[in-house]
């Protein structure tokens, strides 16, 4: 079962407009990460947030984290065209130490920037 | 990008084949990852090897096997190739290199570029 799940699907917004994709867990995690995914190619990690914090900035990227609502937000702000791509989220759950280490993904937020 | 390639990037063969798919990388991370990403069902993890010869299955292993006798490669077999096996296939590392890298952190992964496999 999936353990991310972003909302929404798909988004399409004009280049100079901020973009907020969310995503809603179900269990208990360790941190939470944001990746970008362009059309053909592998995902790029973008930014990580641990369970102790709320938000975090990296550039024109924002995310907030609410372990009480098990959900977080990615926003782009001034978003660009060269921004559209797909968006997953990714958690780790509680892990205990030992070789236990996986991320679960979404299934991702298309993200469409418009010229 | 952590040095991963990936082996064949795209591949064609039929139902009944054995398909092995390689993933590489050049910077001694201990855990390797294989996905599949489908339309519909984001990223799924099938295995993953938290060192030489030490592997578990993910969320959607039946029908896949994986080895990993040395460090630096990560297999993945289809014994028997299966329509539903038709897919784009990742690879991925966990990055336990910590600060090492300026802004990056434990426990984000580092993907390859894929491998499109396509079974007829």
């Known amino acids: 079962s999936q353990q991310g799940e972003e909302d929404p699907q798909a988004l399409s917004i004009q280049e100079g407009e901020n973009a907020t994709m969310n995503c809603s867990y179900k269990?208990?995690?360790?941190?939470l990460q944001w990746y970008r995914q362009n059309s053909g190619r592998g995902l790029v990690h973008l930014i990580l947030?641990?369970?102790?914090?709320r938000e975090k900035h990296s550039g024109r990227l924002r995310v907030t984290l609410d372990t009480s609502k098990k959900s977080s937000s990615l926003l782009i702000t001034a978003s660009r065209a060269a921004d559209t791509a797909s968006y997953f989220c990714?958690?780790?759950?509680?892990?205990?130490?030992?070789?236990?280490?996986?991320?679960?993904f979404g299934k991702g937020t298309l993200l469409t920037v418009n010229p | 990008d952590a040095g991963i390639t990936q082996s064949p990037r795209h591949k064609v063969t039929e139902t009944g084949t054995p398909v092995t798919l390689r993933c590489h990388q050049t910077?001694?991370?201990?855990?390797m990852y294989w996905y599949r990403q489908d339309p519909g069902h984001g990223l799924r993890l099938i295995h993953y090897?938290?060192?030489?010869?030490?592997?578990d299955k993910g969320e959607v292993s039946d029908g896949y096997s994986v080895s990993r006798s040395k460090t630096e490669d990560f297999l993945l077999t289809l014994e028997s190739a299966t329509s539903s096996q038709t897919s784009v296939y990742f690879c991925a590392i966990r990055n336990n290199l910590g600060g090492r890298y300026p802004n990056q952190h434990h426990n984000e992964q580092f993907f390859g570029p894929g491998t499109r496999l396509t079974v007829l």
């Open positions: 947030i641990r369970s102790n914090e």
């Open positions: 090897s938290y060192g030489v010869k030490d592997t």
């Open positions: 990714a958690t780790d759950g509680v892990w205990s130490g030992g070789s236990n280490y996986k991320l679960t």
């Open positions: 910077e001694n991370h201990r855990y």
């Open positions: 269990t208990s995690i360790n941190n």
